[in-house]
């Protein structure tokens, strides 16, 4: 097996997890920033051009976040980070969907459509989209939003889809850290949940893969 891998942010999620459960794999950078995900090689192993992308030994090519986690949590069951039983495996799979669509995606509107260097590359992917300031701004709204959203959650539970740590808080905290580092969106002052959480995971080991 390896992965195909860039400090950014949405390999973090396949980075934590792995850290998580104790494994190591090979890796491949694949260096986003010098457009390497756009080559003949990397295209032939993933035609979305994005990673994470996992290539399993038989040669099969994973790519998209959930796809390659339920394929390690199948190969490495320990610790169980998408839930023992099939409740608690949907309402992870419910939360960290959310986390993806109200955070993730916020966060990816607000710095895809505002950096000049996606300048016609608004959206990741082998077409060109131009960036629209509309949706940039419309990013930054929904960012505000989730975190007064996640703050409610956490007012009520310890970690994102309950008692546990599982995926639905790395893509939380994946995205908040997108944002705030990326694109200056920082947790307000007033979402004390979401502070204490955030410090909370961030002294997990796997906070630095
Ligand atoms: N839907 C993909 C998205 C992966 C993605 O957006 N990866 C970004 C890095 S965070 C990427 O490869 N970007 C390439 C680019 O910007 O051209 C997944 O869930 O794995």
């Given at each position: 097996m390896q992965l195909y891998d860039f400090p950014a942010p949405t390999p973090r999620r396949i980075r934590m997890f792995l850290a998580e459960k104790g494994v190591e794999i090979p890796r491949v950078c694949v260096d986003i920033a010098k457009g390497e995900q756009f080559r003949p090689a990397f295209r032939a192993i993933n035609p979305s051009c994005t990673v994470p992308a996992l290539m399993l030994d038989n040669g099969t090519v994973l790519s998209e976040v959930p796809a390659i986690w339920h394929y390690l949590e199948a190969t490495?069951?320990?610790?169980t980070l998408l839930g023992g039983n099939p409740e608690e495996t949907a309402l992870i799979l419910m939360w960290e969907r959310r986390m993806e669509f109200d955070g993730y995606f916020a966060a990816a509107e607000a710095f895809r459509n505002s950096v000049p260097a996606f300048a016609c590359r608004a959206?990741?992917?082998p077409h060109e989209y131009d960036q629209i300031e509309a949706v940039a701004a419309r990013g930054r709204a929904r960012m505000l939003n989730f975190y007064a959203d996640l703050d409610a959650r956490l007012a009520t539970v310890e970690f994102v889809a309950g008692a546990a740590f599982t995926a639905a808080d790395i893509t939380a905290i994946v995205s908040v850290d997108f944002a705030q580092n990326a694109v200056g969106i920082s947790v307000p002052d007033r979402c004390e949940n979401v502070l204490r959480w955030h410090e909370r995971v961030a002294q997990r080991p796997s906070y630095q893969a």
């Open positions: 490495y069951s320990k610790p959206l990741t992917g």
